[in-house]
C-alpha cells in the first residue's frame, strides 16, 4: 500500500523519519482526517486533535522498528491519540459511552429527520460512531475505511474472533441504520 | 443487504477532506508549541496548589515560635510532594513515544490502568503527605496556651480535616471502581476467543 522502505529494524534516524512521515501523511492523510472526525465533533478541537496525531505520528517514527506493517503502525498511532483525546475530553464520563451491544438497541438520535441527502447520512453515521467506546470506535473505523478483519485486529489487541463478532454486529447496525434512513427518504 | 453495506463504507470514505499536510519543519514547530502548551496546562493545574504553598511560606516567615515554623515547614513538604506526584503521576500523556507499538486495547487498558492506581491509592501522594504537618498543628495547639475558644477551634478543624479526607477518599475510591469495571470488560474482550 506504501512506497515507504520499510526493512531498516531499529531507531530510525531523524531525517527518514521525517520521509517517512512525508509519505504517510500522503498516504493516509485522507483517512486520518476522516478519524479526527470521528473522535471530535467541534471543528477546531478536531483540527487540533488532527494536528496532534500528526505531531504524534512523525515522533512515532523514531522508534519504528518495523514488526508490524507501516499501515498497522499509522492506524495504532492515530486511534491511540483518539483514544487519549476521549479519555482526557471524558475524564470522568467514560461511561456514557456505549458498546456495539447496546448501540443495537439504542434509537436512531437523528430518527425524526429525513435521511435523504448523501451528507445527512454522513451525520447519522458520525453521530453513531461517536457515541462509541473507544475500542467499539476503533473497529468501525477500521471496517468503513475497508480494513480486513486481520489488519482491525492487529491494529486494536482483539482476537480474530472477537473481531469477527464485532464486524458482523456493526454490518447489523449500520444496515437497520441505513434502511430506516431509506425508508424515510 | 450488501449494498447497503457497501454505501456505508462508500459514504465514509468519500467524504470531503480538507487535505490537511505538514511538513517536517511546520511539525517540529508544533511539537515545541505542543510541548508548551502542556507544560502551561501543568501549571494551571497546580496554580492553586502554589498558591496555598506560598502562604504557607508567609505563615513560615512571620511565625514566632518553632512549634508552628515546623507545623508550616511540614505542610510545604506535604503540598509540594503531592503537586510532583500530581504531574508525575496524574498529567494525561499526550505524546507517547510508543504509540505505535501498542495495539489499541494495550494502550487504553494501560491509560486506563494508570488513571485508576492513581486515584485507588491517594494515601501515599495526596492525603498521606499533609498528615505530618496536621499533627504538628495539633501538637502545636496542645502545648500552646490552654484557652477554650483554641480548643473549640481545634475539634472544628480536626472534624472538617477528617470529613475532607474521608469524602476524598470515598469519591476516589469510587472512581476506581468505574474504571475497573471498564478495564474488566476490555480485558475480558482481550482474552476472549
Known amino acids: 500500500m506504501s512506497a515507504i522502505d520499510v526493512s531498516t529494524v531499529g531507531a530510525i534516524p531523524r531525517s527518514s523519519a521525517d520521509e517517512m512521515y512525508q509519505e504517510a501523511a500522503d498516504t493516509y492523510g485522507a483517512a486520518l482526517e476522516r478519524l479526527a472526525r470521528a473522535y471530535e465533533a467541534d471543528a477546531d478541537l478536531r483540527r487540533d486533535l488532527l494536528q496532534e496525531i500528526h505531531v504524534a505520528l512523525w515522533r512515532s517514527f523514531q522508534g519504528f522498528d518495523g514488526r508490524c506493517s507501516l499501515r498497522t503502525w499509522i492506524y495504532r498511532v492515530a486511534h491511540n491519540v483518539g483514544a487519549s483525546h476521549v479519555i482526557r475530553q471524558r475524564r470522568t464520563q467514560l461511561q456514557t459511552l456505549v458498546g456495539l451491544e447496546e448501540l443495537e438497541n439504542l434509537p436512531d438520535m437523528n430518527s425524526g429527520h429525513a435521511a435523504a441527502d448523501r451528507g445527512h447520512t454522513l451525520d447519522r453515521l458520525l453521530s453513531l460512531i461517536q457515541r462509541l467506546k473507544p475500542i467499539d470506535r476503533h473497529v468501525i473505523l477500521s471496517y468503513l475505511e475497508g480494513l480486513d478483519a486481520a489488519s482491525v485486529g492487529e491494529i486494536t489487541g482483539l482476537s480474530p474472533a472477537n473481531v469477527a463478532t464485532k464486524i458482523h454486529r456493526i454490518k447489523t447496525v449500520l444496515a437497520r441504520w441505513f434502511q430506516q434512513g431509506e425508508v424515510r427518504s | ?193
Open chain 2, 1 to 193: 443487504m450488501k449494498e447497503t453495506l457497501d454505501n456505508s463504507q462508500q459514504v465514509w470514505q468519500s467524504q470531503p477532506v480538507e487535505g490537511t499536510k505538514m511538513s517536517a519543519e511546520a511539525i517540529r514547530l508544533r511539537a515545541g508549541k505542543f510541548e508548551r502548551r502542556i507544560a502551561r496546562r501543568n501549571l494551571r493545574e497546580s496554580i492553586i496548589a502554589l498558591g496555598v504553598i506560598a502562604l504557607f511560606c508567609y505563615y513560615l516567615a512571620t511565625s514566632g515560635e518553632w512549634i508552628y515554623r515546623v507545623t508550616w515547614g511540614l505542610f510545604i513538604l506535604g503540598m509540594a510532594w503531592t503537586v510532583i506526584n500530581l504531574h508525575r503521576k496524574g498529567s494525561p500523556r499526550s505524546m507517547h513515544s510508543d504509540l505505535g507499538s501498542a495495539s489499541c486495547l494495550e494502550f487504553f487498558c494501560a491509560e486506563l490502568e494508570r488513571q485508576r492506581d492513581l486515584i485507588e491509592n491517594v494515601w501515599p501522594w495526596h492525603l498521606g503527605p499533609l498528615l505530618p504537618g496536621y499533627l504538628a498543628l495539633n501538637v502545636a495547639y496542645v502545648i500552646g496556651p490552654h484557652r477554650l475558644a483554641l480548643w473549640v477551634g481545634l475539634a472544628f478543624l480536626n472534624a472538617v480535616f477528617v470529613a475532607s479526607f474521608v469524602v476524598i477518599w470515598k469519591v476516589n475510591q469510587k472512581a476506581a471502581r468505574c474504571l475497573q469495571r471498564s478495564i474488566d470488560e476490555l480485558r475480558a474482550r482481550e482474552t476472549s476467543s
